[in-house]
């Protein structure tokens, strides 16, 4: 049987520093790579966290603003006690203890400055 591999998203974006600001900056994603066409072409961002990849385009056509992204994580808790500690004036994901979901997962959900949803999600 054929096996499948990880699945990497791709995020539109509309402003390269603003992206860099918030994945690289406040999430802690680190840059895998970085591609233009030419100078003025727009940016193809690949950009990972542990395990976790994601594409990020200003290409019109490669994605559309506003999906929603589950990303799992070993604790949600605090990597959002993380991220709020460093006082992002754009995203303040809180500290408050999130309790299990009916489906048995703790979750907290950031939107990105495009309208994309990161929901970084936990088992309980």
Known sequence: MVQLGNVIPI?????????????????????????????????????????????????????????????????VVAYMRALNAKGYKFAGPGTEERAPTPWGTIEATIADPFGNKLTFVQAA
Do not use: M, W
């Open 11 to 75: 995020l539109r974006s509309f402003d390269e520093a603003k992206a860099r600001e918030f994945y690289i900056d406040f999430l802690g994603f680190e840059i895998e790579f970085e591609h233009r066409f030419s100078e003025n072409a727009p940016l193809y961002l690949g950009v990972q966290h542990g395990a976790c990849r994601l594409h990020i385009s200003e290409h019109y056509g490669d994605s559309s603003p506003g999906v929603t992204v589950r990303i799992a994580t070993d604790d």
